[in-house]
């Protein structure tokens, strides 16, 4: 009777090889609330402000959404695909859509209570004043006796 070896990890790659192939023979499914892009942003400092600009084209005001949570600052929306009822056939879409979100760490100097934004010609704009810095103080001693 022949003996034959088989390592233990074998098992394992066997599956993990089952596993992608089974990912590549079904189709991409996007949950609803799966973030499936991510729009460009730029992030600028001056000496009274953080100024945070991210591209929004085609995304209208009412479909985000900021908020701040724990010195981060959120960005969640969503750019609708708006489907001609007609007989239009699409030969090529570049363009991404859905849900998107992305999150930008505040630094400690940042005044998030006083931030403005605005939306203009598919550019958004957040500005985040800062915390004048503690210039510290003078602290005069007293003699007890």
Same mark, same amino acid.
């Given at each position: ?54 591209? #929004? =084209? +085609?995304? $209208?005001?009412? %479909? ?8 981060? *600052? ?31 760490? #505040? =630094? +400690?100097? $940042?005044?998030? %209570? ?8 598919? *550019? ?22």
């Amino acid at each position: 009777m022949a003996k034959t070896t088989r390592a233990p990890w074998m098992g394992l790659i066997e599956d993990l090889g089952e596993q992608m192939d089974d990912m590549m023979r079904e189709p991409r499914r996007a949950r609803r609330d799966a973030h499936v892009w991510q729009p460009q942003a730029d992030i600028f400092e001056t000496a009274e402000n953080i100024t945070l600009q991210v591209e #929004l =084209p +085609g995304v $209208a005001r009412e %479909d985000i959404r900021l908020e701040v949570k724990n010195r981060t *600052l959120w960005l969640y929306g969503e750019r609708r695909f708006e489907k001609d009822a007609g007989e239009t056939v699409y030969h090529q879409l570049e363009r991404s859509y859905g849900a998107f979100a992305r999150k930008f760490s #505040l =630094p +400690g100097g $940042a005044d998030p %209570d006083t931030m403005r934004a605005h939306l203009r010609e598919g *550019l958004l704009t957040v500005v985040i004043p800062k915390r004048p810095r503690d210039t510290g103080r003078r602290i005069q001693v007293n003699c007890i006796d």
